[in-house]
Nanobody, 124 residues
Framework: QVQLEESGGGLVQAGGSRNLSCVVSGETSSPYAMGWFRQAPGKEQEFVASITGSGITRTYGDAVKGRFTISRDDAKNMVYLQMNSLKPEDTAVYYC?????????????????WGQGTQVTVSS
């Protein structure tokens, strides 16, 4: 069993930056594929980014390419999402994902574990 806890959400002005963190606890002996999804009010969940267990492959949603960067620190059991050049349309609850199959890209959101989410609000 794995637990995920996100942090770092809050209010930020358009054009600003924010760094989200996700701590992984529980059964962490295996390198999980990790990722981020988001959901804005009244909208469907949207793939944001993922990183494979090896850390070699990073995948981004079209809406965030060139602005967001996903990274991981396995020594600390952490995954991060650095968000730059934020826009009001980035406002959403951001969820951390983890899956025990390390090569998955998690684009479809079919991840075994999800966090509770952290709210990011971008003001114009």
């Amino acid at each position: 069993q794995v637990q995920l806890e996100e942090s770092g959400g809050g209010l930020v002005q358009a054009g600003g930056s924010r760094n989200l963190s996700c701590v992984v606890s529980g059964e962490t002996s295996s390198p999980y594929a990790m990722g981020w999804f988001r959901q804005a009010p009244g909208k469907e969940q949207e793939f944001v980014a993922s990183i494979t267990g090896s850390g070699i492959t990073r995948t981004y949603g079209d809406a965030v390419k060139g602005r967001f960067t996903i990274s991981r620190d396995d020594a600390k059991n952490m995954v991060y999402l650095q968000m730059n050049s934020l826009k009001p349309e980035d406002t959403a609850v951001y969820y951390c994902l983890a899956d025990p199959i390390p090569v998955r890209t998690l684009i479809g959101g079919d991840s075994k574990y999800w966090g509770q989410g952290t709210q990011v609000t971008v003001s114009s």
